[in-house]
C-alpha cells in the first residue's frame, strides 16, 4: 500500500505532506522527460548517414554578452567552436559553441575535428543546472554558406547554457537546416498505469486508462526532469537542482 501512495505522489495525483496526511489533487501535475540531444544520434535516427566538420576553433577571452549570460569572471577563457553537421552530406545543423576553460581546462587538448564537441562534452562532463532558449533567426551570411540556405531565410535556432556545482560548463547555439521540425511527445510513462487507474477509482472515474511510455525527441543517452509548461507559455525554461547529468 505505502509503494503505490508512493508511485501516485511521484505521479502527480496525490500530494503527501508530513503531519498533514495525504489528499487527492484535484488537478495532477505533470511532468516530462527532458533530453539533451547527440546530433549524431538524431540524424542517424532519422535513417541519413552523420557528417561533421569543424570550421574554426581559437581560445580567446569571453566576450561581456557571454560572461553575463554564464555568470564568467571578466576575461575569463573561453574556446570558441563552429562546426556543421550534416545529414547524408546535406547540411542538418551548424553549432557555434563556447567552452569555459577555468571549468574545462582538458578541452585545450582535444582535437574538435576529429571529436565533436556535443559527444566530448557528454561523455566528460555533467551538469547541474540547464537553461535552454528556442527561437526563430533569419539567416545570416554565415549561416547561408554554411546551411546552403537563401540570406534571410527564417531557421530554427536552439541556444543552451549548462552550468556543474554552480560553474559554466558550455554555451551552444544551434542552428537547423532550413524546414527542421522539432517534435515533442508526451506520454504518461509506463509505471504510473496501476497508479492511475487506482487514481481513476479514488476519484471515481469512468475513463478507461491505456497503459504507455515517455518518450522525447530527439533522443540522446541523459536526459533531466522538467515540469510541463502550459498552453502559450514563452518557450524558454530554465531547470536547476538536478541530479548531475552531461553536459552537452
Request: hydrophobic share 40%.
Amino acid at each position: 500500500m505505502n509503494r503505490a501512495l508512493r508511485e501516485l505522489a511521484d505521479d502527480g495525483y496525490l500530494e503527501r505532506r508530513r503531519k498533514a496526511g495525504t489528499r487527492v489533487r484535484p488537478a495532477p501535475s505533470r511532468s516530462a522527460r527532458f533530453e539533451i540531444p547527440l546530433t549524431r544520434a538524431e540524424v542517424e535516427g532519422r535513417g541519413a548517414r552523420y557528417g561533421y566538420a569543424l570550421f574554426s576553433r581559437a581560445e580567446r577571452a569571453a566576450p561581456a554578452w557571454l560572461s553575463a549570460r554564464l555568470g564568467l569572471a571578466e576575461g575569463a577563457s573561453v574556446l570558441h567552436l563552429a562546426c556543421l553537421h550534416t545529414a547524408d552530406g546535406a547540411p542538418f545543423q551548424h553549432e557555434e559553441r563556447w567552452i569555459a576553460l577555468d571549468a574545462l581546462p582538458a578541452a585545450r587538448r582535444v582535437d574538435f575535428a576529429a571529436a565533436t564537441p556535443n559527444e566530448w562534452l557528454v561523455a566528460t562532463v555533467p551538469y547541474s543546472d540547464v537553461e535552454i532558449g528556442f527561437t526563430a533567426v533569419a539567416a545570416d551570411a554565415a549561416l547561408t554558406s554554411a546551411l546552403r540556405c537563401g540570406e534571410g531565410d527564417p531557421l530554427f535556432e536552439v541556444e543552451r547554457a549548462t552550468w556543474f556545482g554552480g560553474r559554466a560548463v558550455t554555451f551552444v547555439r544551434l542552428t537547423y537546416h532550413r524546414g527542421y521540425r522539432m517534435t515533442t511527445r508526451y506520454q504518461t510513462p509506463s509505471r504510473s498505469d496501476r497508479a492511475a487507474r487506482a487514481y481513476a477509482a479514488t476519484i471515481g472515474s469512468r475513463a478507461t486508462w491505456r497503459p504507455s511510455r515517455t518518450r522525447c525527441r530527439p533522443p540522446d543517452q541523459t536526459s533531466a526532469i522538467m515540469p510541463s509548461l502550459p498552453a502559450n507559455t514563452k518557450v524558454s525554461s530554465a531547470v536547476s537542482g538536478l541530479a548531475p547529468a552531461r553536459s552537452g
